[in-house]
């Protein structure tokens, strides 16, 4: 079992920039790979970032270049790094963890944290 805390989440306007932060605990062999997704209201669940402990990372390509996922194994913390919002980022963001190596894995994750929101708006 894995358990996931997020923070970090608020109100940014468009261009600005927020980081978001998640704390696992739990099994270790369960946080293989852990990410982000997001949901906004009416649209699918989304991939936004993950890394495995390869370092092998993952990006939506609507993200690219302008977020940066980090982990700290020591720690075992996953974060966010998102700059250059737009308010099509708005959206609730999810912190995931899965035993698996695939950082594309479909079906999504084994755990989910309760989501941040993060809201880009002037």
């Known amino acids: 079992q894995v358990q996931l805390a997020e923070s970090g989440g608020g109100l940014v306007q468009p261009g600005g920039s927020l980081r978001l932060s998640c704390a696992a605990s739990?099994?270790?062999?369960?946080?293989?790979?852990m990410g982000w997704y997001r949901q906004a209201p009416g649209k699918q669940r989304e991939l936004v970032a993950s890394?495995?402990?390869?370092?092998?990372?993952a990006y939506a390509d609507s993200v690219k270049g302008r977020f940066t996922i980090s982990r700290d194994y020591a720690k075992n913390t996953v974060s966010l790094q998102m700059n250059s919002l737009k308010p099509e980022d708005t959206a609730v963001y999810y912190c995931?963890?899965?035993?698996?190596?695939?950082?594309?894995?479909?079906?999504?994750?084994?755990?989910w944290g309760q989501g941040t929101q993060v809201t880009v708006a002037s």
């Open positions: 739990g099994t270790i062999s369960s946080t293989n790979t």
């Open positions: 995931t963890a899965d035993s698996s190596w695939d950082t594309r894995k479909s079906g999504g994750s084994d755990y």
């Open positions: 890394q495995n402990r390869a370092g092998v990372t």
